[in-house]
C-alpha cells in the first residue's frame, strides 16, 4: 500500500506544522481518497470504520476553509453517541491548534442546557453534537445555523441503528441548502443511501476495504454447544488473560446475563447495552477505559462510538451474520503496533455464518479446540484499578494536576499507583491500583483539594 504525504494537500501551512508535530506525515487510505474531493468542495458519502482516520479527514476539511475571525457557526459535526461527539470534538481541536482562537462546543443530552446556551451566545465556529440535544437547541432558537458551509453526518450508520435518521434528516433542514454535506458510514444499507438522496447534491462515493490487518490479529474460532457459551467465555478469559476485553453478543438480554455470570466468577465485568441511563452509561465506559473493569460485555449498538486505544482482545460470543460487522468488532483490537486477539464461539447452527466470514476474508479460518485450553496462573481477572469518584469537577475549576497533586501529597500515594484522571463537568474520576486504592479513599475524603473538601466514593 502507498502513502500519500499530506503536504501534498493544498492546506495552509500552519494546518501542515500542526499535523506534522500530531505526527501525522501520511494519509490513511480514505484520508488519501477522501480529502481530495472534499477540499474541491464536493459533497462526500465515505464508508470507513472507527480507527480509519475519518475523523481527520472532515476535521481538514473544516478548517481549511474555517474564518476564524467569524465567530458564527460554520461547521456542524452530528454524532449518534455523547461518547463519540466527545471524542471528534477533542479531535478537531487538537487539529485546530494552530489558530488558538478557533471554538469548538460540544453539544450534547446528559448535561444541562443553560451553559450550553450561554456558549453559543458567544459563538462557536464548531459544534459537535448529537440529534436530540441539537434539535432541542433548533426548538429554542438558541443555535444560529445561517452561517453554516460544512455538514457531517458521522457513524449514519449507527443513527439508523438508533433510531435517529429522521432526527438528523429534520437537523439537516434547518441547514442552509447551499452547504458542503459529509456523510460517514462504516457500512452502506439501503436504507441510508435512499436517506442521503434527500440532502445531497451530486455527492462523490469513497468506500475503503477494512484497514484489519490479519498478520497483526490473532484469530481463532471454536465450535460449541449452545447452552455452554458463556462457560466458553470464561474458559477463554482464564486462558488468555487478556489485560482489556470486549465481548460481544447479539441481544441485550445475553448482555446482562453474561456479565453478571462472569461477575459471579470473579471477574471484573461490566454491561454495556442500550437500556443502560447515560450517566450509567458514562460510569462504565469511564472504568473500562481506565483499566478498572477487564470485561466490557456489549452490543454491537452500545458499543458504537467507544474508541479504547488499546484492546488486547475481542470475544465474539455470538457469529454475527453480517461479515462487514465481524470485520468491525475484530479491528478493534491489534491497532498501530500492537498484537491483537480475537476469539470466535460458534454454535452448529452458525456454521453459515462463520463460512461467510471465510469467505469474505479469502483464506481458511483457523479453528482451534476448547478442550486443550487451561486456566493461566493468576486466579480470576481482576481489573489491576478501581475509580475513584469525586464529587466536584470542572464547575469547581478542578484540573487533572489538582487531584495528582493531592494523592501524591496529602494522599502519599506515588506516581504510579495513580492512573487515568478525567474531569466531567460534576464530577471527576480517578484511577487508582487497586491495592491501595481504599486506603488512599479514606485518607483523600478526611483532606483538601484545592483547599475545599469533596465527597468522594469507589465505584
Known amino acids: 500500500m502507498t502513502t500519500?504525504?499530506?503536504?501534498?494537500?493544498?492546506?495552509?501551512?500552519a494546518i501542515l506544522a500542526n499535523?506534522?508535530?500530531?505526527?501525522?506525515?501520511?494519509?490513511?487510505?480514505?484520508?488519501a481518497e477522501s480529502l481530495p474531493l472534499i477540499l474541491e468542495g464536493r459533497d462526500l458519502i465515505a464508508q470507513a470504520k472507527t480507527g480509519s482516520g475519518k475523523t481527520a479527514t472532515f476535521g481538514l476539511g473544516i478548517l481549511h476553509k474555517l474564518a476564524a475571525a467569524d465567530f458564527g457557526t460554520q461547521a456542524l459535526v452530528l454524532c449518534p453517541t455523547r461518547e463519540l461527539a466527545d471524542q471528534v470534538a477533542g479531535e478537531l481541536r487538537r487539529l485546530a491548534r494552530f489558530a488558538g482562537n478557533i471554538k469548538t462546543l460540544t453539544l450534547t443530552g446528559g448535561s444541562p442546557i443553560r451553559p450550553q446556551v450561554e456558549s453559543l451566545e458567544h459563538g462557536a465556529h464548531i459544534v459537535v453534537g448529537t440529534p436530540g440535544r441539537l434539535i432541542d437547541h433548533i426548538d429554542r432558537g438558541s443555535i444560529d445555523l445561517t452561517k453554516l458551509q460544512t455538514l457531517v453526518l458521522d457513524e449514519a450508520d449507527r443513527m439508523v441503528d438508533m433510531g435517529f435518521m429522521e432526527d438528523a434528516i429534520r437537523i439537516v433542514s434547518a441547514c442552509p441548502p447551499k452547504?458542503?454535506?459529509?456523510?460517514?458510514?462504516?457500512?452502506?444499507?439501503?436504507?441510508?443511501?435512499?436517506?442521503?438522496?434527500?440532502?445531497?447534491?451530486?455527492?462523490?462515493?469513497?468506500?475503503?476495504?477494512?484497514?484489519?490487518?490479519?498478520?497483526?490479529?490473532?484469530?481463532?474460532?471454536?465450535?460449541?454447544?449452545?447452552?455452554?457459551?458463556?462457560?466458553?467465555?470464561?474458559?477463554?478469559?482464564?486462558?488468555?488473560?487478556?489485560?482489556?476485553?470486549?465481548?460481544?453478543?447479539n441481544t441485550k438480554v445475553q448482555v446482562r446475563e453474561l456479565a453478571e455470570e462472569l461477575v459471579a466468577r470473579g471477574f471484573s465485568a461490566m454491561a454495556l447495552h442500550g437500556d443502560l441511563e447515560q450517566r450509567e452509561r458514562d460510569d462504565v465506559l469511564i472504568q473500562f477505559a481506565n483499566n478498572s473493569c477487564s470485561v466490557l460485555v456489549a452490543t454491537d449498538v452500545a458499543a458504537r462510538g467507544l474508541d479504547i486505544a488499546s484492546l488486547a482482545a475481542v470475544i465474539n460470543v455470538d457469529v454475527t451474520q453480517d461479515t462487514e460487522v465481524h470485520v468491525h468488532r475484530i479491528g478493534r483490537t491489534g491497532r498501530g503496533q500492537e498484537k491483537g486477539l480475537a476469539l470466535n464461539l460458534v454454535a452448529p447452527y452458525e456454521m453459515r455464518w462463520a463460512n461467510l466470514i471465510e469467505n469474505y476474508q479469502g483464506k481458511p479460518i483457523r479453528w482451534s479446540d476448547l478442550k486443550t485450553l487451561t486456566p493461566a496462573p493468576g486466579g480470576p481477572l481482576r481489573a489491576p484499578m478501581v475509580t475513584l469518584c469525586i464529587q466536584g469537577g470542572k464547575k469547581d475549576k478542578l484540573r487533572p494536576g489538582d487531584i495528582l497533586g493531592a494523592l501524591t501529597g496529602d494522599g502519599g500515594l506515588a506516581k504510579d499507583q495513580v492512573g487515568k484522571i478525567h474531569i466531567a463537568e460534576f464530577a471527576s474520576f480517578v484511577a487508582l491500583d487497586?491495592?491501595?486504592?481504599?486506603?488512599?479513599?479514606?485518607?483523600?475524603?478526611?483532606?483538601?483539594?484545592?483547599?475545599?473538601?469533596?465527597?468522594?466514593?469507589?465505584?
Open 19 to 31: 499535523l506534522d508535530s500530531l505526527g501525522y506525515t501520511d494519509m490513511t487510505p480514505i484520508q
Open 179 to 249: 452547504r458542503q454535506t459529509l456523510l460517514f458510514s462504516a457500512t452502506y444499507a439501503e436504507d441510508i443511501r435512499k436517506a442521503s438522496a434527500r440532502f445531497m447534491r451530486n455527492p462523490a462515493e469513497v468506500k475503503v476495504e477494512s484497514l484489519v490487518d490479519a498478520s497483526q490479529i490473532e484469530q481463532h474460532f471454536f465450535e460449541i454447544n449452545p447452552d455452554e457459551r458463556n462457560a466458553a467465555v470464561a474458559q477463554l478469559l482464564e486462558h488468555f488473560r487478556p489485560a482489556s476485553t470486549i465481548a460481544f453478543c
Open 434 to 459: 487497586r491495592r491501595i486504592a481504599k486506603e488512599a479513599c479514606a485518607t483523600l475524603s478526611q483532606g483538601n483539594i484545592k483547599g475545599k473538601r469533596f465527597r468522594m466514593r469507589l465505584m
Open 4 to 13: 500519500t504525504s499530506f503536504s501534498s494537500l493544498p492546506l495552509a501551512p
